[in-house]
């Protein structure tokens, strides 16, 4: 019909987010605390790539924590797989001495594999993924204790440590952390496969419908098994960043990085119904996650605070994804008219 | 005396019960009976307070009275007994009888001695052959029934409605069912009998009382209505006309089944079923609820997982259903009668749910061409007459009858040679139920082989060369369209055996 149909502005799934982010990068600049010389501490080039680098694990989690949502599921074994494969680093630089490349492989291999049994034990077993990835949450980590011995291992360059080109993870590039690229390319890739694929077509169909699409003719059940494998080796590869930044592989790390994950996917405006949400909001998410951490940080702000302010901060975002604040009354009306239909 | 008088309800906006009056006496039996959508479930659900939208007034005794709620209808002294199973699984056969009226000690601790030996003593009645702390779970459908029966006749209640309730049940269960329902009446009951089993009908109930299209037809004694007379009192005489159109079916047959019969988990689910379809025919499947139209078409598609023996051949070669992937690559579509649940995806757009099925054809690498995809889409949906504001449209914004467009148009892009179409017209305003029978029209004259199931029968009657009757999961008979009726098709779904002879009126 009109083919230059455009969604209104504020009719855009990720405008809210994106929208969030910009208040919030405001809200720091004047809340920002100054330096001796006057100026900004927040500002600072240094502190801006700063934070970047510090949400880029959870970022790159969060890119396979949206399309499991997307698809109807739930991953809490994220964190647990980040410190297997962590631990799998550390081990296979320095005591299993199989070089930068077969390391990386293996972890990412390892990490992968836990996801595909997530998947595959959700599909098949039919069991629902909260309780799958409960179960492999627990069993990852305690893979990963049992190949540490239940001690960390320290990664040392030098004869009989590990290749120099391990150190890439710790290095800056034009200012940027090493890390950061690995976030944002990872992002930008996968936003492509959620958008422009019919993977991720089919991602979004079985989130919404799955009857329908088993009906459509899709094969959910394996659509579903690599939305969790991609979980998993996206969790092994920020386990390696991990590793790579810490220069240490500890199996009791990456405790409670599902729940940010998820934080960060639900502010991002991704429905955890299924079928709904955008890679552009989790972004967002995961920026304004950081944003705050590092506010709050500058100001010395403790721990404790900061946890209870992050609370409120997810309940605030999801209460406005969720319409609690109207930008377009009619069209929101239409819309949760539909919704109670749903289903 | 349990009367209504003038009880009117819509819903959104289409009226579907007109002013239904009528009385039902104590120490009766009154079965209510009509075809599928004649208003009998609307009015259970106002008579026991699921419906309170309604107009017109409900009297007990004499004394108006309003259901709140299901809860207070209950109070007021409604038992009914729906036709789905309701009891909770996890809990003991115990539990369920008495849920809601658990006997309680002080502090509300429920006396579970005195629970158990109160559920038995009802339990003796029915000649129940577990224990009451038995879970529900693993009573067999058929018990489970009489768990309910006996919940909602332990209730202290004035009046019984039943649905179906021998839908589920063998015949020794029916039986212990029926000496209890005597009992009932004996004590000055009411009892409304809903049921689709002309037999049981006869046997058990006083009187019969007609619905048809949500007007109340009239009640007779049993013993002054034949049988004949009956059906076509609830068929009536105004949609005898039929607009037959010429057919298109060649003689080239598509899918042929021969003997088939299809076992689930509980049991037979279709025996004996032998057709023929050819290419460019319409075959209509008639048939009350439960009497397995969707089943055959789910099977037939490869989505019931059921194991099944005899032939089936689909243009000449063994065809064994696998699963809807595989159906498709064969180009045979299926469109669920459920769209909310088994057909639309409600978050995406138009564009997405019409092409979800042929990604393939414009993917490479699996990359998308959206251009392409858009294009073929538009083609499709636009030849459909779907009105529209936008292709990027949720399709949740369209109304029932243009979502099903849409959901067909996926199945057209497919290029099917087989449809297998689900009550394609449910929920859908007369105007779009016109559209798609002369699109059904049109597909079947460019040589698109349909199977249709609906349980609207002039429906079938219009769009239809043949009509294949179940009963209980057996074919009852396979009539032309142009040579029957309504009563006639209505005579053999019932399960009335006997050769169909035209009433003299």
Same mark, same amino acid.
Request: proline residues 3%.
């Given at each position: ?42 500002? #600072? ?135 950061? +690229? ?16 019919? +993977? ?144 | ?6 009880? #009117? ?170 000496? #209890? ?151 045979? +579509? ?5 769209? #909310? ?165």
């Amino acid at each position: 019909m009109d083919k230059t149909y455009r969604l209104k502005f504020s009719e855009r799934e990720w405008i809210k987010p994106v929208f969030g982010v910009l208040i919030i990068f405001v809200m720091c600049i004047v809340f920002s605390p100054t330096n001796t010389k006057g100026d900004l501490v927040f500002l #600072k080039f240094e502190n801006l790539t700063n934070i970047l680098r510090q949400v880029s694990e959870n970022g790159i989690i969060a890119v396979g924590m949206t399309y499991v949502i997307i698809a109807g599921g739930i991953d809490l074994s994220v964190g647990s797989i980040l410190a297997l494969s962590a631990t799998i680093t550390a081990f296979g630089l320095m005591d299993w001495q199989l070089g930068f490349l077969i390391t990386m492989a293996l972890a990412l291999a390892v990490s992968s594999i836990a996801g595909f049994l997530n998947g595959a034990i959700t599909s098949w077993g039919k069991i629902q993924s909260f309780i799958v990835t409960l179960a492999m949450m627990t069993a990852a980590r305690g893979f990963a204790l049992f190949i540490a011995n239940n001690n960390s291992r320290d990664v040392g360059f030098g004869p009989g440590g590990a290749p120099s080109v391990f150190a890439v993870f710790s290095t800056s590039y034009w200012g940027i952390p090493f890390p950061v +690229f690995i976030f944002i390319a990872t992002t930008l890739l996968f936003l492509l496969v959620l958008k422009k694929t019919k +993977f991720g077509r089919y991602v979004y169909a079985i989130g919404s419908n799955e009857e329908a699409a088993v009906l459509a003719g899709l094969r959910v059940k394996w659509i579903r098994t690599y939305t969790f494998v991609l979980a998993g080796a996206l969790s092994g590869l920020a386990g390696i960043i991990h590793a790579g930044q810490l220069m240490q592989g500890n199996p009791n790390d990456g405790v409670g990085f599902e729940l940010d994950a998820i934080a960060a996917v639900v502010i991002g405006g991704t429905s955890l119904m299924g079928g709904k949400g955008t890679l552009e909001g989790t972004f967002a998410g995961v920026l304004i996650i950081g944003l705050l951490s590092n506010i709050l940080g500058l100001h010395g702000i403790q721990k404790d605070f900061q946890l209870m302010l992050k609370g409120a901060i997810i309940v605030a975002a999801v209460f406005v994804q969720e319409g609690g604040i109207k930008l377009h009354p009619l069209r929101s009306m239409s819309r949760n008219k539909g919704e109670t239909s749903r289903r | 005396m349990l009367r209504t008088s003038n009880i #009117k309800k819509s819903f959104s906006s289409v009226e579907v019960l007109h002013g239904i009056s009528f009385a039902v006496e104590k120490g009766c039996v009154t079965a209510l009976v009509g075809e599928n959508g004649a208003g009998k479930s609307t009015l259970m659900k106002i008579l026991s307070g699921v419906h309170t939208d309604y107009t017109g007034e409900i009297s007990i005794d004499g004394k108006p009275v309003f259901f709140k709620n299901p809860r207070h209808a209950q109070q007021l002294g409604v038992s009914i007994i729906h036709q789905e199973l309701s009891c909770i699984p996890h809990l003991t056969v115990a539990e369920n009888i008495f849920i809601g009226k658990e006997p309680a000690r002080r502090f509300g601790v429920v006396d579970f001695p005195k629970l158990f030996a109160d559920a038995q003593s009802i339990l003796d009645e029915f000649e129940f052959p577990y224990s009451p702390n038995t879970p529900v779970r693993n009573l067999s459908v058929g018990w489970q029934q009489i768990v309910e029966v006996a919940r909602a006749f332990s209730a202290d209640a004035k009046i019984f409605i039943l649905d179906e309730p021998t839908s589920a049940l063998t015949e020794n269960e029916i039986r212990i069912l029926f000496e #209890k329902i005597r009992v009932l009446k004996k004590r000055g009951k009411i009892i409304i009998f809903i049921s689709h089993r002309l037999e049981e009908i006869y046997e058990i109930a006083d009187e019969i009382a007609v619905l048809r299209d949500g007007q109340f037809i009239g009640k007779y004694p049993v013993k002054e209505i034949s049988r004949s007379e009956l059906i076509s009192k609830m068929v009536g005489k105004a949609i005898h006309e039929t607009k037959q159109i010429k057919s298109s079916a060649s003689s080239e047959t598509v899918l042929a089944a021969e003997n088939l019969e299809v076992y689930g988990k509980t049991g037979t689910i279709l025996s004996g079923i032998t057709f023929d379809l050819k290419r460019g025919e319409t075959l209509g499947v008639a048939g009350l609820l439960g009497s397995g139209k969707t089943e055959l078409l789910k099977f037939l598609f490869g989505e019931l997982k059921a194991q099944h023996t005899g032939r089936i051949t689909l243009e000449g070669a063994p065809y064994i259903p696998k699963c809807a992937s595989r159906s498709l690559e064969g180009s045979i +579509f299926y469109l669920s009668k459920d769209r #909310k649940t088994e057909g639309i995806f409600a978050d995406l757009d138009i564009i997405k749910n019409c092409s979800m099925s042929v990604l393939s054809d414009f993917a490479s690498f699996g990359f998308l061409h959206e251009k392409e995809e858009a294009a073929a889409v538009r083609d499709q949906v636009s030849s459909l007459n779907v009105k529209l504001e936008s292709y990027h449209q949720s399709i949740r914004e369209l109304s029932g009858g243009n979502q099903q467009k849409v959901l067909i148009a996926r199945g057209l892009l497919h290029r099917p040679k087989l449809l297998l179409l689900d009550e394609p017209t449910r929920g859908i305003d007369v105007g779009a139920k016109a559209e798609i029978y002369e699109l059904i029209e049109q597909l079947s004259s460019s040589g698109i082989s349909s199977i249709i199931s609906s349980s609207e029968i002039p429906e079938l009657l219009r769009i239809c060369d043949r009509i294949l009757v179940l009963h209980n999961g057996m074919p009852a008979a396979i009539l032309a369209a142009g040579e029957t009726s309504a009563s006639e098709i209505l005579h053999y779904a019932f399960g009335e055996g006997k050769a169909w002879t035209k009433p003299t009126d």
